[in-house]
C-alpha cells in the first residue's frame, strides 16, 4: 500500500514559470523528506520537515509541513531547466521494529527551456 | 554526504540467469537499503541490510529470488535470481548515517537491469 501519494504525476512547464507539488496522506508522519532524482543517478535529499506548519526555504524552492502533519508541498519560484527531474518526498514508517523510509509516487517535473 | 558506487552500473541479461549487484560505501555503517525502481515510478523497498544479520524482507519480495550478502559495513550485494523480464528496473542501494531508517538516505548511482 503506497502511503504518500504526490500530484501532479507529470508536470511540464515553461522556464519561468512557478508551480507547486503536493504530496498526501492520510496517515500523519512525524517528519517528511523530498528528494529529486535526476537521470542515472541515485535521489538526493533537499530538506526534511520536522513540525506541523513549518516552512522552510531552499534558494527557489520553499517547503511546507500541513499543521496536521498529513501532507506538505514544493513550491518551486521561476522554475529553470536545471530544476528538471523526479521528485519524491518520504515519510518515515515503522513495520514491527523495522525502521524504514516510504517513498511518494513521485512527480516527473520537465522545465522547458 | 556519502560516496556510494554500484556495479555494475546496467546490465541486459537472458531471462533464466541471475544477476548480483555490488554496493560498496565509503564509511562503516549499520544499516544498508536495497530499492527497485521499475520504470517510469517511484522507489520500493526489497530489504534492509543490516550487518550481522538476515536481511528483513518487505511484502512481496522472499530471500530466494532477492538473496542479500552484508559481510561487513562497507559491502553488500543484491542478487536477482532466475530472472524474467518483469525484473527489468533500476536497483539501487542507500546507507543512512543517521541512528536508524528514518534518517537522509544516501543513494547510489543505481544498476539498470533489463532483462530479455
Known amino acids: 500500500t503506497q502511503l504518500l501519494e504526490q500530484s501532479p504525476q507529470f508536470l511540464s512547464i515553461q522556464e519561468g514559470e512557478n508551480l507547486t507539488v503536493y504530496c498526501n496522506s492520510s496517515?500523519?508522519?512525524?517528519?517528511l523528506q523530498w528528494y529529486r532524482q535526476e537521470p542515472g543517478e541515485g535521489p538526493v535529499l533537499l530538506v526534511t520537515?520536522?513540525?506541523?506548519?513549518e516552512v522552510k526555504k531552499l534558494k527557489r524552492l520553499t517547503f511546507q509541513f500541513g499543521d496536521a502533519r498529513k501532507d506538505s508541498s514544493l513550491h518551486i519560484t521561476a522554475a529553470q531547466p536545471g530544476d528538471t527531474g523526479l521528485y519524491l518526498c518520504?515519510?518515515?514508517?515503522?513495520?514491527?521494529?523495522?525502521?524504514?523510509?516510504?517513498f511518494g509516487t513521485g512527480t516527473r517535473l520537465t522545465i522547458i527551456p | 554526504s556519502a560516496v556510494i558506487s554500484q556495479k555494475p552500473s546496467r546490465d541486459i541479461c537472458q531471462r533464466g540467469t541471475s544477476l548480483t549487484i555490488q554496493c560498496q560505501v565509503d564509511s562503516q555503517v549499520t544499516m544498508m537499503f536495497w530499492y527497485r525502481q521499475q520504470p517510469g515510478q517511484s522507489l520500493t523497498l526489497i530489504a534492509t541490510?543490516?550487518?550481522?544479520?538476515?536481511?528483513?524482507?518487505e511484502s512481496g519480495f522472499v530471500i530466494d529470488k532477492f538473496p542479500i550478502s552484508r559481510p561487513n559495513l562497507t559491502f553488500s550485494t543484491l542478487t536477482v535470481s532466475n530472472m524474467s523480464p518483469e525484473d527489468s528496473s533500476i536497483y539501487l542501494c542507500?546507507?543512512?548515517?543517521?541512528?536508524?531508517?528514518?534518517?537522509?538516505?544516501?543513494f547510489g548511482p543505481g544498476t539498470r537491469l533489463t532483462v530479455l
Open positions: 541490510a543490516n550487518q550481522g544479520s538476515e536481511a528483513t524482507y
Open positions: 542507500s546507507e543512512t548515517k543517521g541512528a536508524g531508517g528514518f534518517d537522509e538516505q544516501f
Open positions: 518520504a515519510g518515515p514508517f515503522s513495520n514491527f521494529g523495522n525502521e524504514k523510509l516510504t
Open positions: 520537515v520536522v513540525t506541523g506548519g
Open positions: 496517515s500523519v508522519f512525524s517528519s
